[in-house]
């Protein structure tokens, strides 16, 4: 069971690296544009979010929530494993 998740994480690892490599060579052959950033801080349940425009803050949102969903759907899938 370990050695399938450190599999899985090494996969996503990879799979991380080649989608941001994707992006600034998809960037490069495009040329110009413009440049947008964004976080979120999660400080316990609360989180803070960043953003260089409204659509930014609107997609950090959206992904804070699915995160959210996530870790809590997870707590509850390993605490059934208890």
């Known amino acids: 069971m ?3 998740l450190y599999y899985a994480g090494i996969i996503l690892i990879m799979l991380g ?6 992006g600034m ?3 490069i052959l495009r040329g110009g544009g ?15 979010i ?5 659509r930014i ?11 959210m969903i996530c870790v809590i759907a997870f707590t509850i899938l390993w605490a059934r494993t208890w």
């Open 50 to 54: 960043i953003g260089t425009s409204s």
């Open 25 to 27: 060579i998809l960037t």
């Open 2 to 4: 370990m050695l399938e």
């Open 57 to 67: 803050i609107k997609a950090m949102i959206i992904m804070t929530v699915i995160m």
């Open 17 to 22: 690296i080649l989608i941001i490599v994707i």
């Open 34 to 48: 413009s440049v947008e950033g964004g976080g979120v801080v999660l400080i316990g349940p609360i989180p803070i």
